[in-house]
């Protein structure tokens, strides 16, 4: 069974992603901020994440680089209800990093679930 993380402060937008995916027959974990994230990956290893960028602590972007930077072999899909958010030069060059953002709220979440199958085969 295929493991996503879903890190975003929003429980509803968090539930949201949660109740998609666990009906595609993904198991998902969830948290709310990037520092529980961080514990919960020391025991879990997701494929992939759902990244939201404004977080409580330590953002997304952050997130994101410090799991680069430990080498951990997941894939990372950004999801930001900012209207003026880009996602930064070192991230969109990461193979890692989907290409495709995707701006909250999420309309076509089965375009986001093909999003994240094609990052994963891409980190694979």
Known sequence: ????????????????????????????????????????????????????????GIDGNTFIRKMIGQKVNMAFIICSGSPSYRVPDDLQQHKNVSDTFFRKPVANFDALEQDVLQAIEMTS
């Open 1 to 56: 069974m295929k493991t996503l993380l879903v890190l975003d402060d929003e429980y509803a937008v968090r539930q949201s992603f949660v109740d998609y995916f666990e009906d595609q027959l993904w198991h998902v974990v969830q948290a709310e901020t990037a520092e529980q994230a961080l514990t919960m990956l020391e025991t879990v290893q997701p494929a992939a994440a759902l990244v939201d960028i404004r977080l409580p």
